[in-house]
Nanobody, 115 residues
Framework: VQLQASGGGLVQAGGSLRLSCAAS???????MGWYRQTPGTQRELVAA???????NYADSVKGRFTISRDNAKNTVSLQMDSLKPEDTGVYYC???????????WGQGTLVTVSS
């Protein structure tokens, strides 16, 4: 399965963006997550959603980000509200398996939040 993220851009602090991840194959039964990478850091998991729709968030984004999925379309989305400059980074999606990203990393999408 190949994964491609889109929807990033430049936004002012306090603004919103909606990211989308399209999978080339079925992800219906997979736990899926959104990861964020900033310069000089490893990718961190910021949000995850199970096949049944249960969600989990990193403390840094809890209450501001919402992850969702459309199994019929093999897509995963990340609604990001009340954005902060520290949310700046490249965002990727991936399947989570045994608490680790499973597929080779696909194309990420850059989010830049200006202060």
């Amino acid at each position: 399965v190949q994964l491609q993220a889109s929807g990033g851009g430049l936004v002012q602090a306090g603004g919103s963006l909606r990211l989308s991840c399209a999978a080339s194959g079925t992800i219906r039964s997979n736990v899926m997550g959104w990861y964020r990478q900033t310069p000089g850091t490893q990718r961190e998991l910021v949000a995850a959603v199970t096949s049944g729709g249960n969600t989990n968030y990193a403390d840094s984004v809890k209450g501001r980000f919402t992850i969702s999925r459309d199994n019929a379309k093999n897509t995963v989305s990340l609604q990001m509200d009340s954005l902060k400059p520290e949310d700046t980074g490249v965002y990727y999606c991936n399947r989570i398996w045994s608490n680790r990203p499973y597929y080779p990393w696909g194309q990420g999408t850059l989010v830049t939040v200006s202060s």
